[in-house]
């Protein structure tokens, strides 16, 4: 039955007698076609719910001339205890340098998504995240204190460009840039300091023009699917605080297998690494606290995922996509003290019309 449901998604003729293209553009025999190029399986595979890649991965897929994508992501970060290098600290060994130890922070971000297929080749994307943190820290005269911020982060235009497409294999480059639309203003109460200007990484935004390049790969046979990304952020200048954020580099792939027409299950893995902070803010003292210290920033970390990918197949939501991934390091080399991640969990909705 399953490999029955499978097979149907194969070919194009049959999906369509088994009323299964929903896409608007599918509306006439041209359109379809102008979607498909020189085969039919494209649609088909669209139509998969390992037709996006897990949803962590972003810009993975390009829309046929004319569609547009709406996607909402929710983003969950846990970090808890320090690490210098592989090794793990506690806190009293934090506090033997600092004045101020951090214990934990959370990241909280929505994202919202747009995307349009400019023509078959090309698809456009805009981001824009709505972020909120929050850390917990302990003085070395035993008080604890929390520290938030939140906002609409930097905004992301991209544009992803076909570079090889067959009918199992695709590649795109994405080449985009990051707006300094997130604040690096962002300020709260401390022991220290009423309205203090808050460390590094619990600002909203890099302050700075970024470009964000890219390059994607996915591929597709009947029963499997699996792809690889590697992307970067390349920050251009210095912001109004004299500063810049480390540059990032990321490489993740991925397999993942349709259990049904409208479920499928991802395990991968999700390497990033970034570098220090250029320069300083002025307003930060870094013997206070290892967040306000730029030349302790950098580091890297390798992360397992495991996904579930979800497509409505039919009725009045068909192509309504919902997706989970869960991601856990297994490897995070920190030039600390540096809080380390525990996991990651995010959830997102898309759909194409
Ligand atoms: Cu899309």
Redesign the pocket.
């Known amino acids: 039955m399953r490999r029955a449901a499978l097979i149907r998604t194969g070919g194009l003729a049959l999906g369509l007698m088994a009323g299964l293209v929903t896409h608007a553009q599918a509306d006439t025999a041209a359109a379809v076609e102008a979607t498909l190029g020189h085969n039919g399986l494209n649609l088909a595979i669209n139509q998969r719910p390992d037709g996006?890649a897990p949803i962590s991965v972003m810009g993975?897929?390009?829309?046929g001339e004319g569609?547009v994508?709406l996607?909402y992501r929710f983003m969950h970060m846990k970090m808890e205890g320090n690490r210098d290098g592989t090794d793990d600290l506690s806190t009293q060994q934090v506090l033997a340098n600092f004045a101020v130890a951090p214990l934990r922070m959370t990241m909280d971000m929505h994202m919202f998504?747009l995307?349009y297929g400019v023509n078959d080749a090309m698809?456009a994307?805009v981001m824009l995240p709505y972020v909120e943190k929050s850390m917990d820290h302990v003085t070395g005269m035993g008080a604890f204190f929390t520290t938030e911020s939140k906002g609409f982060g930097d905004v992301r235009l991209t544009g992803m460009v076909r570079l090889y497409e067959t009918d199992r294999h695709r590649l795109h480059l994405n080449a985009g840039v990051s707006l300094p639309t997130g604040s690096i203003k962002e300020k709260d109460d401390t022991p220290a300091m009423a309205n203090a200007q808050l460390p590094y990484p619990m600002q909203i935004g890099s302050g700075t023009y970024d470009l964000l390049p890219g390059l994607i790969y996915n591929g597709y046979s009947e029963t499997y699917s699996w792809g690889a990304q590697v992307s970067g952020t390349i920050r251009l200048d210095e912001n109004s605080r004299d500063y810049s954020l480390g540059d990032r580099v990321r490489f993740s792939a991925w397999g993942q297998r349709p259990l049904a027409g409208w479920l499928s299950v991802s395990v991968g893995v999700d390497f990033q690494a970034w570098g220090d902070i250029d320069g300083a803010d002025a307003a930060l003292n870094p013997m206070m606290v290892q967040t306000a210290d730029p030349t302790r920033q950098s580091g890297n970390r390798t992360d397992i995922t495991f996904g579930l990918n979800t497509i409505v197949r039919e009725g009045t939501l068909a192509g309504n996509r919902l997706a989970l991934e869960f991601a856990v390091p297994v490897h995070q080399d920190l030039d600390g003290p540096q809080l380390e991640t525990d996991w990651t969990i995010t959830f997102g909705w898309?759909l194409?019309f």
């Open positions: 996006h993975d897929h390009r829309h569609e994508m996607s998504g995307m698809t994307m898309q194409a």
